[in-house]
């Protein structure tokens, strides 16, 4: 069974988060590691074009189509939704956030 491809597009709300997450990398480790991380995070999520059903549900966002799912990365949970026609990275959560707030996530839109 082959996996039919999807288009990639990201919330405003990814791009915040990743840029949180980038300048936090920065500050802690410096420049190349937060670099490093930061592109494999991109390629990450830029793979999900074919990849999508790769990674688990969310299960903090459980429904019977699994449409939305979660790369463990590291400490962050990258939030994604599948619809019939796309994918739609959400959110970049650290692990340790509330489960309420990554619920929050459903009403996300994505242009």
């Given at each position: 069974?082959?996996?039919?491809?999807?288009?990639?597009?990201?919330?405003?709300?990814y791009?915040k988060?990743?840029?949180d997450?980038?300048?936090?990398?920065?500050?802690?480790?410096g420049?190349?590691?937060?670099?490093?991380?930061?592109?494999?995070?991109l390629?990450?999520?830029?793979?999900?074009?074919?990849?999508?059903l790769?990674?688990p549900?969310?299960?903090?966002?459980?429904?019977?189509?699994?449409?939305?799912?979660n790369?463990?990365?590291?400490?962050?949970?990258?939030?994604?939704?599948?619809?019939?026609?796309?994918?739609e990275?959400?959110?970049?959560f650290?692990?340790?956030?509330?489960?309420?707030?990554?619920?929050?996530?459903?009403?996300?839109?994505?242009?």
């Amino acid at each position: 069974m082959e996996i039919t491809k999807k288009k990639v597009v990201k919330s405003v709300y990814y791009y915040k988060d990743i840029q949180d997450i980038f300048e936090y990398g920065e500050a802690t480790f410096g420049e190349k590691a937060a670099l490093s991380f930061f592109d494999e995070l991109l390629m990450d999520t830029q793979n999900l074009e074919s990849r999508y059903l790769l990674h688990p549900e969310c299960r903090h966002l459980e429904t019977k189509t699994k449409k939305y799912r979660n790369i463990i990365f590291g400490s962050y949970l990258i939030i994604y939704r599948i619809t019939p026609h796309r994918i739609e990275v959400l959110r970049a959560f650290h692990g340790s956030r509330s489960p309420k707030s990554i619920k929050e996530s459903r009403s996300i839109k994505v242009d």
